[in-house]
């Protein structure tokens, strides 16, 4: 799987940029602030549908645009797919698979498979739970249809609950219908834990080596999956939860609170770990992942990594640059020097400023 191109009309600080790459590795270099990282958030939201930074569609937009275009040409298994996605400012993006019209963003998802690797991605293991369950749930909705049927249902109704929990204040009749949201919340939550279960499974059979690897045999690593609530016990403890949910007004439990615990040998690396053995357990978590879509999908996914070279030492940056292999990789960074004396091979070099490609080679 490669992007053979990328075109942008009124994205971000692009007016206009059509771009051809290179089936191997692709650099974007030029100062901070010139428009490199929108490259990549487009090719990110050509796989998922959604920015990565969590931006809204209008604020996506050119400023002083109504509307946007991100243009993606994928070759992937041996034919070329076309992605269009129009951005509008006040209306639901329209997307287009090879010029017909899809009817809901989600049937996207699995088209393109990027693994996305930025500097916030090396706080994943000492940020809050939700970091983590975003990892894996952004991971699981690429991968896996199921999954993102079921997420998308139970944070409905997680949304849908908790409105009702407001209302009762004005409306306390309306406690009788709780049962019948906790009903549909354990059918579908359920489902969420089962899947995150196996997914992690599925992880800790590639992070173990990896990370041993990595750290030069000193160290083992494993991912322990603590749900905040059983499936066995997930209608009990919901409506044992209730009295608490009306004073809170809020869900207390359900998959949307669980969390994941980063391990090397019995430490606990969030709580006890080093900085160094924070990004160190980050790191073999995105290699990992690279891995683990190798193995579902049958292919290679694109690879995109947003400045986080400068983030890690020369040991790392090795091991993470042996690591891409025969994976599509698209960089950015603010100098090309120390990529041009490494031994590193470059497909296409692209200089970046202020929304223009000035120099390509």
Same mark, same amino acid.
């Given at each position: 799987?490669?992007?053979?191109?990328?075109?942008?009309?009124?994205?971000?600080?692009?007016?206009?940029?059509?771009?051809?790459?290179?089936?191997?590795?692709?650099?974007?270099?030029?100062?901070?602030?010139?428009?490199?990282?929108?490259?990549?958030?487009?090719?990110?939201?050509?796989?998922?549908?959604?920015?990565?930074?969590?931006? +809204?569609? &209008?604020?996506?937009?050119?400023? =002083?645009?109504?509307?946007?275009?991100?243009?993606? /040409? $994928?070759?992937k298994? *041996? %034919?070329?797919?076309?992605i269009?996605?129009?951005?509008?400012?006040? +209306?639901? &993006?329209?997307i287009?698979?090879? =010029?017909?019209?899809?009817?809901?963003?989600?049937? /996207? $998802?699995?088209?393109? *498979? %990027?693994?996305?690797?930025?500097?916030?991605?090396?706080?994943?293991? +000492?940020?809050?739970?939700?970091?983590?369950?975003?990892?894996i749930?952004?991971?699981?909705?690429? /991968?896996?249809?199921?999954?993102?049927?079921?997420?998308?249902?139970?944070?409905?109704?997680?949304?849908?609950?908790?409105?009702?929990?407001?209302?009762?204040?004005?409306?306390?009749?309306l406690?009788?219908t709780?049962?019948?949201?906790?009903?549909?919340?354990?059918?579908?939550?359920s489902?969420?834990i089962?899947?995150?279960?196996?997914?992690?499974?599925?992880?800790?059979e590639?992070?173990?080596?990896?990370?041993?690897?990595?750290?030069g045999?000193?160290?083992?690593?494993?991912?322990i999956?603590?749900?905040?609530?059983?499936?066995?016990?997930f209608?009990?403890?919901l409506?044992?939860?209730?009295?608490?949910?009306?004073?809170?007004k809020?869900?207390?439990?359900?998959?949307?609170?669980?969390?994941?615990?980063?391990?090397?040998?019995?430490?606990?690396?969030?709580?006890f770990?080093?900085?160094?053995?924070?990004?160190?357990a980050?790191?073999?978590?995105?290699?990992?992942?690279?891995?683990?879509?190798k193995?579902?999908?049958n292919?290679?996914?694109?690879?995109?990594?947003?400045?986080?070279?400068?983030?890690?030492?020369?040991?790392?940056?090795?091991?993470?640059?042996?690591?891409?292999?025969?994976?599509?990789?698209?960089?950015?960074?603010?100098?090309v020097e120390?990529?041009?004396?490494?031994?590193?091979?470059i497909?296409?070099?692209?200089?970046?400023?202020?929304?223009?490609?000035v120099k390509?080679?």
């Amino acid at each position: 799987m490669i992007i053979k191109s990328l075109e942008l009309m009124d994205y971000r600080n692009y007016e206009s940029l059509n771009i051809n790459f290179g089936s191997g590795t692709n650099i974007l270099y030029g100062d901070n602030a010139q428009g490199k990282t929108n490259i990549l958030e487009a090719i990110f939201l050509a796989s998922i549908t959604k920015s990565h930074r969590g931006t +809204k569609d &209008k604020d996506i937009i050119r400023f =002083g645009c109504e509307e946007g275009h991100i243009r993606t /040409l $994928l070759f992937k298994d *041996n %034919v070329d797919t076309k992605i269009d996605i129009h951005l509008r400012s006040s +209306k639901t &993006k329209v997307i287009a698979i090879d =010029g017909k019209r899809i009817k809901k963003a989600t049937e /996207l $998802l699995g088209i393109l *498979n %990027v693994v996305f690797f930025s500097p916030e991605d090396l706080n994943i293991i +000492k940020n809050g739970p939700g970091e983590r369950r975003r990892f894996i749930d952004m991971e699981l909705c690429q /991968l896996d249809d199921f999954y993102l049927y079921n997420l998308n249902n139970y944070n409905k109704i997680v949304n849908q609950r908790n409105t009702l929990l407001k209302d009762l204040y004005f409306n306390p009749s309306l406690k009788e219908t709780i049962e019948i949201w906790n009903s549909q919340l354990v059918s579908f939550g359920s489902k969420v834990i089962e899947r995150r279960k196996t997914f992690v499974d599925q992880l800790n059979e590639v992070i173990g080596p990896m990370h041993e690897k990595l750290s030069g045999g000193r160290e083992s690593l494993r991912i322990i999956y603590t749900p905040n609530v059983s499936i066995e016990d997930f209608e009990e403890k919901l409506s044992r939860s209730t009295e608490q949910d009306i004073k809170s007004k809020m869900t207390n439990v359900g998959p949307h609170r669980d969390d994941f615990v980063f391990m090397t040998e019995d430490i606990d690396i969030r709580r006890f770990g080093s900085q160094g053995q924070q990004r160190t357990a980050a790191l073999s978590l995105k290699l990992s992942e690279i891995k683990i879509v190798k193995k579902i999908i049958n292919d290679t996914p694109v690879l995109l990594l947003d400045d986080v070279l400068s983030e890690l030492d020369s040991g790392r940056q090795n091991f993470l640059l042996d690591s891409i292999g025969d994976v599509q990789t698209i960089i950015t960074c603010t100098g090309v020097e120390d990529f041009v004396n490494s031994r590193l091979k470059i497909d296409k070099l692209f200089e970046i400023s202020n929304g223009k490609i000035v120099k390509e080679q």
